[in-house]
T-cell receptor, first 115, second 115 residues
Framework: GAGVSQTPSNKVTEKGKYVELRCDPISGHTALYWYRQSLGQGPEFLIY????????DSGLPNDRFFAVRPEGSVSTLKIQRTERGDSAVYLC?????????????FGPGTRLTVL | KNQVEQSPQSLIILEGKNCTLQ??????????LRWYKQDTGRGPVSLTIMTFSENTKSNGRYTATLDADTKQSSLHITASQLSDSASYICVVNGGYGGATNKLIFGTGTLLAVQP
């Protein structure tokens, strides 16, 4: 079946603008995660959804970042008033209901560049 | 602070040779450890998973070891192929019970296999 998909694959925006990044998880995966990966670094946890609710948003860096998953499937990561430091690859992953051994399957990421 | 450190940062080997990548972690509590392979421009893909009680796990030419006492893991690649060129990321699950499946990523080892 299809894996995790993310759109757009690349996004270039200007400082101060608003952006939305979309994630389509694997069908049937109730857990969804967002990570941010800066160049030469490993991914950093941002937020985790179990179903429609954000079960853990402790990784969001500030209140400019927000994510939703209204129907428990597709999720959108929203960044307001973008800053150059927000430039990174944003990865989405999904898994079966969050269990410690359940593998997270990653999408290809969205590369965000803030000019 | 929960951390995962990897060495070397980068590695170049000739096709057909073996190599070993290292991972040290200070994550607590500890649930499991995975090695991921991340090709350029793609999301990470899980190679192996080990829990506290497991010492070694193989997946084809990949063999991972875990010493939970010293909090060290290694990934050994046998008879390397050009397609092994990628970033290899050590990932520790710091979740517990039914809590967030929160992954803590190392910065990765960038492996280049040359003909």
């Amino acid at each position: 079946g299809a894996g995790v998909s993310q759109t757009p694959s690349n996004k270039v925006t200007e400082k101060g603008k608003y952006v939305e990044l979309r994630c389509d998880p694997i069908s049937g995966h109730t857990a969804l995660y967002w990570y941010r990966q800066s160049l030469g670094q490993g991914p950093e946890f941002l937020i985790y959804f179990q179903g429609t609710g954000a079960a853990d948003d402790s990784g969001l860096p500030n209140d400019r970042f927000f994510a939703v998953r209204p129907e428990g499937s597709v999720s959108t990561l929203k960044i307001q008033r973008t800053e150059r430091g927000d430039s990174a690859v944003y990865l989405c992953a999904s898994s079966l209901p969050s269990g410690l051994d359940n593998e997270q399957f990653f999408g290809p990421g969205t590369r965000l560049t803030v000019l | 602070k929960n951390q995962v450190e990897q060495s070397p940062q980068s590695l170049i080997i000739l096709e057909g040779k073996n190599c070993t990548l290292q991972c040290n972690y200070t994550v607590s509590p500890f649930s499991n450890l995975r090695w991921y392979k991340q090709d350029t421009g793609r999301g990470p893909v899980s190679l192996t998973i080990m829990t506290f009680s497991e010492n070694t796990k193989s997946n084809g030419r990949y063999t991972a070891t875990l010493d939970a006492d010293t909090k060290q893991s290694s990934l050994h690649i046998t008879a390397s192929q050009l397609s092994d060129s990628a970033s290899y990321i050590c990932v520790v699950n710091g979740g517990y019970g039914g809590a967030t499946n929160k992954l803590i990523f190392g910065t990765g080892t960038l492996l280049a296999v040359q003909p």
